[in-house]
């Protein structure tokens, strides 16, 4: 049994993702190996991460501003919006340098036969958008999993209940590139047959 201060410090970091109680006590003395200086530069970072950083109130990703940068950059198209799971995702797809439209961050996703959680989730601001400005497409860009097929489906039909001219897509799936045909699943050939194109 560690010093107070010192098993508090632990349990905090074993509540991020992925961090069990072993990754968080190296964490721990690797902070107090290092010396005051750089445990006070986390400790101010994560301060002016807590005083600075809200939510935009357009799309609902983390920003020093809102409108976020995004939102409010004329010249990206606001009749399409593409939506994602995770702030993450929508740096993923900028990243592209393919997209030119606007974002929407859902900040989860549904899992199937639970479809009581959308309340938890930025569905109904998805929804004020739609209704309120020029949509002409939204993107579905969630992952092909389960939770994210679940999703999208329950997305498609409350998009299309509220305004049936939208076109709703998703990201292309297919077979990647150097793949070999014979380990790929049948989730993902049917998805590249679905998907195919001409040459």
């Not at 045909?181 to 001409?198: H, V």
Request: glycine share 6%; charged share 30%.
């Amino acid at each position: 049994m560690y010093a107070e201060p010192i098993e508090n410090l632990i349990k905090a970091f074993s509540k991020l993702p992925t961090v069990g109680p072993r990754t968080a006590e190296r964490f721990v003395f690797y902070l107090l190996r290092s010396g005051k200086k750089d445990t006070a530069e986390i400790t101010l970072a994560l301060k002016n991460m807590i005083d600075e950083i809200k939510s935009c109130e357009v799309c609902w990703d983390f920003s020093n501003a809102s409108p976020c940068t995004f939102c409010s950059d004329t010249k990206r198209n606001p009749k399409t919006i593409c939506v994602v799971a995770q702030p993450q995702d929508r740096e993923t797809v900028e990243r592209t340098g393919e997209y030119t439209g606007q974002y929407h961050i859902l900040r989860g996703t549904l899992k199937p036969g639970d479809e009581g959680i959308a309340r938890f989730l930025k569905i109904n601001e998805l929804m004020n958008r739609i209704q309120k400005n020029k949509v002409d497409e939204i993107i579905l860009a969630l992952n092909p999993d389960l939770n994210g097929e679940t999703t999208m489906m329950y997305l498609e039909r409350q998009i299309k209940k509220l305004k049936p001219d939208i076109k709703v897509t998703r990201l292309a799936r297919g077979l990647p590139m150097g793949s070999d045909l014979q380990y790929a699943d049948e989730i993902t050939l049917g998805s590249a047959l679905k998907n195919r194109m001409s040459s």
